[in-house]
């Protein structure tokens, strides 16, 4: 029987050991393991600082094998936490002290599980020794069940940015209120409450002019600036004298002569000569 002499010279040559692919990285055979390839001692760090504490490691290891943190098999998780904590001494001592606090506890735990129960003890009357570790996972557990749902609220400065827009600046103008009859009669009505006060009886009547008194308001009106309308008027005259003053003011300022003041609405009213620039140009 003839063999073919290719199919015996394949079976014959050796296999080069640099076919053999190791790793597909991106799609690329790795046919051998770097030679520089070098792991830092801290290359861990992030993966240990993900745990806050003795508690949360312990829930990593009852949340990661899907057990009852009311029924927990004591010797496996001792088993598992000793494992932990003998990385944690190589990489961070100082982190292994409060570590080291709870492995001492379960190590305890451990043992006084294994020991047999004194005689003529119910099983309902002895204490479990796990159920202080169980009431520290389980109030533990529950506080970080809040804190995880406080971090997924919206904050302020991480998921919501308030906007701040400067408002534009306008000018202010103050507008002066414009004096009607009403102000005026307002006015008046308390001067001539004022005015009855000192009202009685004439034996003889007293001629009041009203030019007069229009002469008499434009002096006093030389003398100051502005002049509070009530000063115009002298309650002792009676209501007589009070309503020959009010309508020479009405006149004067029907022939411009004076002006009417008033720095807010519903405030006091001033009287004033008006100058030569609005004579000029009129009201």
């Known amino acids: 029987m003839s063999t073919d002499p290719a199919l015996s010279l394949d079976q014959d040559q050796p296999v080069d050991p640099a076919d053999e692919t190791v790793a597909v990285v991106r ?3 790795v046919t051998e393991f770097p030679r520089d390839l070098y792991i830092p001692p801290d290359a861990l760090e992030v993966f240990l600082e993900t745990f806050e504490g003795p508690l949360d490691l312990l829930l990593y290891l009852i949340k990661k ?3 009852q943190i009311l029924d927990i098999p004591i010797a496996e ?3 598992q936490y000793i494992e932990y904590v003998e990385l944690m001494k190589e990489l961070h001592l100082e982190l292994a002290a409060e ?8 190590a305890e735990i451990k043992s006084r599980m294994l020991l047999p129960r004194p005689k003529g003890v119910d099983e309902d009357e002895e ?3 796990r159920a202080d570790l169980i009431r520290r996972l389980l109030e533990y557990e529950r506080y970080k069940q809040g ?5 997924e609220m919206p904050r302020v400065g991480r998921d919501i940015f308030p906007a701040k827009i400067p408002a534009p600046e306008r000018p202010v103008v103050k507008l002066t209120p414009t004096i009607d009859l009403n102000d005026l009669i307002s006015a008046f009505s308390e001067i ?5 006060m000192y009202s009685h009886h004439h034996v003889q009547r007293e001629v009041l002019s009203v030019r007069e008194r229009m002469s008499n308001v434009l002096s006093a009106l030389e003398e100051r600036q502005f002049t509070m309308f009530s000063e115009l008027f002298t309650p002792e005259e009676g209501r007589m004298g009070v309503v020959v003053s009010f309508l020479a003011v009405l006149e004067l300022v029907k022939e411009s002569l004076v002006e009417l003041i008033q720095n807010e609405p519903y405030g006091q009213i001033y ?3 008006p100058s030569k620039e609005t004579v000029a140009h009129g009201p």
């Open 27 to 29: 799609g690329v055979p």
């Open 65 to 67: 094998q899907n057990l």
């Open 77 to 79: 998780i001792t088993r």
């Open 99 to 106: 570590y080291l606090v709870m492995a001492a506890m379960l």
């Open 127 to 129: 204490q479990d020794p």
């Open 147 to 151: 804190a995880e749902a406080l971090d």
């Open 192 to 196: 001539l409450q004022r005015a009855e």
């Open 271 to 273: 009287v004033r000569v």
